[in-house]
């Protein structure tokens, strides 16, 4: 019998350092290894997300536009995929439906593929708009299924929302567990709950390998029908991360399934970043193995976030306490998903509470939430918190999509961007003021310093202390970047806009 082959999404150069490294790699570390992932088989490369964007112009001084554009001509034969917050865009607000087309023909134009489109509280209507601009494009629109556990989330309910996905036009589903929550036989039923219903749709499977269980979520989700999974090289793989790609190919061995990677090219990719990931240690977070997110439900990113808030407030011994108020607070939000933003906005309530008194003050997106500016969940909001909220904030609840209460605002980001030094008067540069009102205007004034690696050796804080006289000249014109591409040393030069 021929066996099945599963595709592989590599998320290497997105998730796996957001999940590892805070986000910080630079595209200097990522370049040398495009070849070989460009070679290697994958069904697509995860290389672009609202967190990298965010980090490019906050820590890194990279044109998020310009590593985009950098990955489509280094990988020419690859599906480039990013994850999108549906009506969130790579921003924390909802955005005007001109803004979600505008930002997604541009992505597309910049060598986009593959785009996930996700909403933290699962809310459809937050995607439609979205996954429309994509099939408009003629790229692939992948609707998302956010994966949690509550008294309320079932295997039925996240059928009934693959088919509304399916409803949109979504050419295939994602099942996307950001927290490692996804047990095996979980993993199990929903796809096969899906497959079942609606036949030969494509469902994708991401999972991160924190709660040590998922390596089999995915074994359990490729026999029940599963046709691509995430993975990442295993030198950027485990603890807060995914599972690593070697493996999952070396799990199919004598199965009737096969991924048809070639090894000898994930073993140059693999060998690639064993040797950059040192230069981050400092950001390394330490879990490698935490089963406690079963009964918290509170993912390693947001947990680290209450963390430092308490640490800001003094009161860094009562992350305990807070870890206990989390399921609460969102047990009264009707139980959203814990995903950018919704994971931000609980988690920061939850700390409120506890330093202040239960909802004695609701931070302003706690209140939109319960007021429905996010948009709906699964479950009722509690109506004592509601009325908090409306007598806090003196708005009143909503039930609409709540993009539809937005005007146009194009024209007027167009105004704004352009008036900021630096700024170079391309849509592009629009849509980075929009996501990131606050950080843009300093990226835009300082971008022709060019990149900023935050990574470093011993051996380079040394040797970039005795140079420091050259690094003026160092960092002026064109960056060029030296790539190896079937064999031979190509030089590419990237012209700063
Ligand atoms: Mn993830």
């Given at each position: 019998?021929?066996p099945?082959?599963?595709?592989?999404?590599e998320?290497?150069?997105?998730?796996a350092h957001?999940?590892l490294?805070?986000?910080?790699?630079?595209?200097?570390?990522?370049?040398?290894a495009c070849?070989?992932?460009?070679q290697a088989g994958?069904?697509?490369?995860?290389c672009?997300?609202?967190?990298?964007?965010?980090?490019?112009?906050?820590?890194?001084?990279?044109?998020p536009?310009?590593r985009?554009?950098?990955?489509?001509?280094?990988?020419?034969?690859s599906?480039?995929?990013?994850?999108?917050?549906?009506?969130?865009?790579?921003?924390?607000?909802?955005?005007?439906?001109?803004?979600?087309?505008?930002?997604?023909?541009?992505?597309?134009?910049?060598?986009?593929?593959?785009?996930?489109?996700?909403d933290?509280l699962?809310?459809?209507?937050?995607?439609?708009?979205a996954m429309?601009?994509?099939?408009?494009?003629?790229?692939?629109?992948?609707?998302?299924?956010?994966y949690?556990?509550?008294?309320l989330?079932?295997?039925?309910?996240?059928?009934?929302?693959?088919?509304?996905?399916?409803?949109?036009?979504?050419?295939?589903?994602?099942?996307?567990?950001?927290?490692?929550?996804?047990?095996?036989?979980?993993a199990?039923?929903?796809?096969?709950?899906?497959?079942?219903?609606?036949g030969?749709?494509?469902?994708?499977v991401?999972?991160?390998?924190?709660?040590?269980?998922?390596?089999?979520?995915?074994?359990?989700?490729?026999?029940?029908?599963?046709?691509?999974?995430?993975?990442?090289?295993?030198?950027?793989s485990l603890?807060?991360?995914?599972?690593?790609?070697?493996?999952?190919v070396?799990?199919?061995?004598?199965?009737?399934y096969?991924?048809?990677?070639?090894?000898d090219?994930?073993?140059?990719i693999?060998?690639?970043?064993?040797?950059?990931?040192?230069k981050y240690?400092?950001?390394e977070s330490?879990?490698?193995?935490?089963t406690?997110?079963?009964?918290?439900?509170?993912?390693?990113g947001?947990?680290?976030?209450?963390?430092s808030?308490?640490?800001?407030?003094?009161?860094?011994?009562?992350?305990r306490?807070?870890?206990?108020e989390?399921?609460?607070?969102?047990?009264d939000?009707g139980?959203?998903?814990?995903?950018?933003?919704?994971?931000?906005?609980?988690?920061?309530?939850?700390?409120?509470?506890v330093?202040?008194?239960?909802?004695?003050?609701?931070?302003?997106?706690?209140?939109?939430?319960?007021?429905?500016?996010?948009?709906?969940?699964i479950?009722?909001?509690n109506?004592?918190?509601?009325?908090?909220?409306?007598?806090?904030?003196?708005?009143?609840p909503i039930?609409?999509?709540?993009?539809?209460?937005?005007?146009?605002?194009?024209?007027?980001?167009?105004?704004?961007?352009?008036?900021l030094p630096?700024?170079?008067?391309?849509?592009?540069?629009?849509?980075?003021?929009?996501?990131f009102?606050?950080?843009?205007?300093?990226?835009?004034?300082?971008r022709?310093d060019?990149?900023?690696n935050?990574?470093?050796?011993?051996?380079?804080?040394?040797?970039?202390?005795?140079?420091?006289?050259?690094?003026?000249?160092?960092?002026k014109?064109?960056?060029?970047?030296?790539?190896?591409?079937?064999?031979?040393?190509?030089?590419?030069?990237?012209?700063?806009?």
């Open positions: 019998m021929t099945r082959t599963i595709g592989v999404t998320v290497a150069l997105r998730d957001q999940s490294m805070a986000t910080r790699m630079a595209m200097e570390d990522m370049v040398d070849a070989d992932i460009d994958f069904w697509s490369v995860e672009w997300g609202g967190a990298t964007y965010d980090a490019c112009i906050r820590f890194l001084n990279e044109d536009w310009q985009l554009r950098t990955f489509r001509e280094l990988m020419p034969n599906r480039l995929q990013m994850l999108l917050r549906g009506q969130n865009l790579l921003g924390y607000r909802h955005y005007e439906d001109g803004v979600v087309e505008r930002f997604v023909e541009k992505s597309a134009e910049n060598g986009m593929d593959v785009f996930r489109v996700f933290a699962n809310d459809p209507r937050n995607m439609a708009r429309q601009a994509v099939k408009k494009t003629g790229k692939h629109a992948q609707g998302t299924i956010c949690t556990i509550s008294p989330h079932t295997t039925e309910g996240y059928i009934k929302l693959a088919g509304q996905l399916l409803d949109m036009g979504a050419e295939s589903i994602a099942l996307k567990d950001m927290a490692a929550l996804l047990q095996p036989q979980a199990y039923d929903v796809v096969k709950g899906i497959k079942d219903t609606y030969d749709v494509q469902v994708n991401h999972c991160h390998s924190t709660t040590g269980v998922t390596l089999v979520s995915l074994m359990k989700a490729i026999e029940a029908g599963a046709d691509v999974v995430d993975t990442a090289i295993s030198s950027m603890g807060p991360g995914h599972n690593p790609t070697e493996s999952l070396a799990m199919l061995e004598g199965t009737e096969t991924t048809d990677l070639d090894m090219r994930l073993l140059r693999r060998d690639h970043f064993a040797k950059v990931r040192p240690a400092q950001f330490a879990t490698l193995v935490d406690d997110i079963f009964s918290s439900q509170i993912p390693g947001m947990l680290s976030n209450m963390e808030q308490l640490k800001a407030q003094g009161a860094g011994d009562r992350i306490e807070v870890m206990a989390v399921p609460l607070v969102k047990a939000a139980h959203p998903p814990l995903v950018t933003p919704s994971s931000q906005i609980v988690g920061t309530q939850a700390v409120f509470n330093l202040m008194g239960k909802y004695k003050v609701l931070t302003g997106e706690f209140a939109d939430l319960m007021l429905g500016y996010y948009g709906e969940c479950g009722e909001r109506p004592e918190v509601v009325e908090v909220a409306r007598a806090q904030t003196k708005k009143e039930t609409q999509r709540p993009a539809d209460l937005l005007e146009p605002e194009w024209d007027k980001l167009v105004a704004e961007a352009t008036a630096g700024n170079d008067g391309s849509d592009e540069d629009v849509l980075t003021y929009a996501m009102p606050s950080v843009a205007p300093g990226f835009f004034e300082n022709a060019g990149p900023k935050v990574g470093k050796t011993p051996e380079q804080m040394a040797s970039q202390a005795a140079a420091k006289g050259d690094d003026d000249r160092a960092v014109g064109p960056i060029t970047y030296k790539v190896s591409l079937g064999g031979r040393e190509h030089n590419v030069v990237v012209e700063r806009a």
